[in-house]
């Protein structure tokens, strides 16, 4: 028998962003329905920011038990079993798993539904043999690998993030399609596990970084044996054997590449089909719905978060969506999503991490700006652990206001956070440069940066002449 819910909000996914407004509106003892097709936790616990750090993390230590003598101690290769990695990798998602389940929300309060959500007009969604009709629903169906129509792509067993970690094999010789964050990381992971791995990207690696930062990532990439591709557009793949070959056009220049598996990293998708959403009148294109700064949707009763609002795709950011929108439907609050100090970080080895704007962007603005460099190798803590590669990079404006940093080397994703608050506030160098921080870290590194730019009023005539004058008072 078909029932019918009225709920005050109902969210349709349980990914980081609907977790968060299901748990936070059901402990205001507000009524919750959370649906959700596939598996608790979304994209970031099952396939996403969760497995693939726990791979990176084996991967790094497999790296530092190689280079283990320039701390004293005998480098060895180390014997990787990849079945045992595999299961590092599940016990981690399994470790973590309860904290997203749907016993856990049941108790809180939130009705689960463990189905696919459709509109079937303005104000009812259809879930199962169940019908909901909420004062306001909540989209946070997240995205999905994209799949490039490459000719031959469909004829062979192709992996993506949403596939390779149910490996308990290592894939041998890895073609790894798009030189991106996430084709960056699993490529440079696959290789110190023991994989020999080729990159093909048709433009630049980390396209979307600072030039400078992105250099040195590719250096150390290539320094590990990995193999990059830029500028080669795959024009087709075929079945070779028990492999697989990937045919290129580079520079114009007709070339081949042969591996055992072929990943694709060449972006997500919002997942929009099969939501009905022109039903609910709700604007939409392929990368995501159509939202206002308040994240409503054009239908006023729906709001959309994370990945499907189409303003990047980060687990963080759909978390911050998330309170944004409790605000406006609790609270009636009108909160806006500002994302000037959005983080993003891509955790190759040395880590990548960015806030605000770039330094590109900012002169874009047509503004005068500053750059502010320190590198790691001037940093005692670093140079103590052997981890004196990559820089920060500041842009300032030309009072000395902060507008984005971007940070290159060990720890770059932990220490991006304290900078975040610096963009967030308008905060100035001069801030920073008075603050005492704990030596020996590596959180000075950004300090050292900040009090740079004081480096050229110590060779002004006038400032030497001012604390000339002052001197002759004792």
């Given at each position: 028998m078909?029932?019918?819910l009225k709920p005050d909000i109902c969210v349709i996914g349980a990914g980081s962003g609907g977790l968060t407004v299901a748990a936070a509106a059901a402990a205001f003892g507000v009524t919750v329905v959370l649906i959700e097709r596939g598996r608790m936790g979304g994209d970031c616990l099952n396939y996403g920011c969760v497995p693939s750090k726990a791979l990176i993390a084996s991967a790094k230590l497999a790296e530092?038990?190689?280079?283990?003598?320039?701390f004293g101690m005998g480098g060895m290769e180390p014997e990787i079993d990849f079945a045992a990695v595999n299961r590092h990798v599940q016990g981690v998602i399994e470790t973590i798993a309860p904290n997203d389940s749907v016993e856990r929300f049941t108790a809180l309060g939130v009705r689960v539904i463990q189905a696919e959500a459709r509109f079937l007009d303005k104000r009812t969604v259809q879930a199962g043999d169940t019908r909901i009709r909420a004062r306001r629903f909540v989209i946070a169906t997240g995205s999905?690998?994209?799949v490039p129509p490459i000719p031959g792509l469909d004829e062979v067993p192709y992996l993506t993030n949403e596939t390779i970690f149910e490996r308990k094999r290592l894939a041998r010789r890895l073609l790894v399609i798009g030189g991106g964050p996430i084709g960056l990381e699993l490529a440079q992971?696959?290789?110190?596990?023991?994989?020999?791995?080729?990159?093909?990207?048709?433009?630049?690696?980390?396209?979307?970084e600072d030039r400078e930062l992105a250099a040195l990532v590719r250096r150390r990439l290539l320094d590990e044996g990995v193999e990059i591709r830029e500028r080669a557009k795959v024009v087709r793949i075929e079945k070779r054997g028990n492999g697989v070959r990937a045919h290129l056009e580079e520079n114009g220049q007709a070339t081949q590449i042969d591996g055992s598996h072929v990943l694709l990293a060449t972006g997500r998708q919002a997942n929009v089909e099969r939501l009905g959403l022109d039903a609910a009148a709700i604007r939409h294109s392929r990368s995501g719905v159509v939202v206002d700064p308040r994240l409503r949707t054009s239908n006023r009763r729906v709001y959309?978060?994370?990945?499907?609002?189409g303003a990047g795709q980060f687990t963080h950011l759909a978390s911050f969506h998330a309170g944004i929108v409790l605000r406006n439907i609790l609270f009636r609050l009108r909160a806006r999503a500002d994302r000037t100090a959005i983080p993003r970080v891509t955790?190759?080895?040395p880590e990548f991490a960015h806030v605000g704007l770039s330094e590109v962007e900012a002169r874009a603005a047509r503004r005068r700006i500053r750059i502010l460099r320190w590198p790691y190798a001037e940093n005692d803590r670093a140079q103590a652990e052997r981890r004196t590669e990559g820089l920060i990079k500041l842009v300032t404006d030309h009072r000395g206001r902060v507008l984005g940093v971007s940070i290159l080397g060990d720890a770059a994703g932990e220490q991006i956070a304290f900078w975040c608050l610096v963009v967030a506030k308008g905060m100035r160098v001069h801030d920073v440069a008075g603050l005492v921080l704990p030596y020996p870290t590596m959180s000075e590194i950004g300090k050292r940066a900040s009090v740079a730019y004081f480096s050229e009023a110590t060779a002004r005539p006038i400032v030497?002449?001012?604390?000339g004058f002052l001197g002759i008072f004792g």
């Open positions: 078909e029932r019918l530092r038990m190689r280079h283990a003598s320039a999905s690998p994209q992971a696959h290789r110190r596990l023991g994989a020999e791995v080729k990159v093909i990207e048709a433009g630049e690696i980390l396209a979307r959309a978060i994370g990945d499907i609002a955790f190759t080895d030497r002449r001012i604390i």
